[in-house]
C-alpha cells in the first residue's frame, strides 16, 4: 500500500511506544507523514482537529493499567472517545487486544485493553463522513505485525469494518448472527413494582415504546436516561421526549 500524500496521527500511552514506533515506522517507508501523541498531552485535541491528518489511529493498552478503579474507568473513556470529533473524511482506527477475535472467547483479561468495538460502530452510525476502523490483535502480537496489518486494514474502501488478527495470525472477521424470537428460552425473572429499571435512549423511537412496554407489563420503576431536554427548546426531539413522558405520566407509570 502506497501512502503517498497521507498523514496519520498515533495516539497511544508512553508505555506502548513500541507499537507507535513499528506503526509510524511502517507508515514512513510507504511514503507516509506520521506524527504520535499521548492520550493525556495537552497538545492532542488540538492536533486532532489538524484536517491535514486523513487518518488518526488509537493504540489502547496492551496490559492491565495501573491506578484505581475510577482512574482506570476514565483513562478508559478517555481513549475510546477520543476520535469522536475528527475533521470530516478522516479515517479513524483503533488498535485493540482482545484476541483477535474481540474477546468472544474470554481471550480480553483486562477491559481497557479491549473496548473499543461497540463505540465504533455507534461512531460509524453518527459520523457518516469518517471510515471507521477496528482492529483486534491477540496480546503476543508483534509490533511490527501489528503496524503492517493495520495500514493493508485501512486501506479498504468500506465505510466501516472490524477485523481480528488470533494468536496464530489468522484473519478473522465477525458477523452478526439473527437471532428468531421462537427459539428464546424461558426465563424465571420475577419483576415487581420494587424493581427499578434504568434504559438508556428510552425517550424517543422504539426504545421509547420498548420502556412503556417493559413499564405496563411488569409494574417496576423505568428510569430513562438520555440526552435529550424535553424543557429546553422547541425542537422536533424535544417535543417527542415530552410526549412520551406524558404518556408515561397519563399510565401512572
Not at 496521527?9 to 506503526?23: H, K, S, V, W
Not at 492536533?47 to 476514565?74: K, M, Y
Not at 472477521?173 to 426465563?187: M, T
Request: aromatic content about 6%.
Amino acid at each position: 500500500v502506497n501512502l503517498a500524500g497521507t498523514a496519520f496521527l498515533i495516539i497511544c500511552d508512553a508505555r506502548d511506544r513500541e507499537i507507535g514506533d513499528a506503526l509510524g515506522a511502517e507508515i514512513a517507508s510507504r511514503g507516509g507523514a506520521v506524527e504520535k501523541t499521548t492520550f493525556d498531552a495537552a497538545t492532542r485535541t488540538a492536533l486532532q482537529l489538524d484536517p491535514r491528518f486523513t487518518h488518526q489511529i488509537a493504540v489502547l493498552p496492551r496490559n492491565a493499567c495501573e491506578g484505581s478503579p475510577a482512574t482506570r474507568l476514565a483513562e478508559m473513556l478517555t481513549r475510546v472517545t477520543s476520535l469522536a470529533q475528527l475533521p470530516a473524511k478522516t479515517t479513524a482506527a483503533y488498535i485493540q487486544f482482545g484476541g483477535g477475535n474481540f474477546s468472544d472467547t474470554g481471550d480480553c483479561k483486562h477491559p481497557e485493553s479491549c473496548n473499543a468495538l461497540a463505540f465504533a460502530r455507534t461512531l460509524h452510525l453518527e459520523r457518516k463522513d469518517l471510515r471507521v476502523r477496528v482492529l483486534d490483535f491477540a496480546p503476543t502480537a508483534e509490533a511490527s505485525f501489528i503496524g503492517k496489518s493495520v495500514l493493508e486494514e485501512v486501506a479498504a474502501d468500506e465505510l466501516f469494518s472490524a477485523v481480528g488478527f488470533d494468536a496464530q495470525s489468522t484473519r478473522r472477521v465477525p458477523f452478526a448472527k439473527l437471532s428468531h424470537p421462537e427459539n428464546y428460552g424461558s426465563r424465571s425473572n420475577a419483576w415487581s413494582d420494587g424493581d427499578v429499571i434504568l434504559i438508556t435512549g428510552g425517550a424517543k423511537g422504539i426504545m421509547a415504546e420498548c420502556a412503556l412496554g417493559i413499564a405496563r407489563e411488569t409494574g417496576a420503576t423505568v428510569v430513562l436516561v438520555g440526552r435529550g431536554k424535553p424543557a429546553v427548546g422547541a425542537g422536533a426531539d424535544a417535543a417527542e421526549i415530552e410526549r412520551t413522558l406524558e404518556r408515561f405520566r397519563a399510565e401512572g407509570l
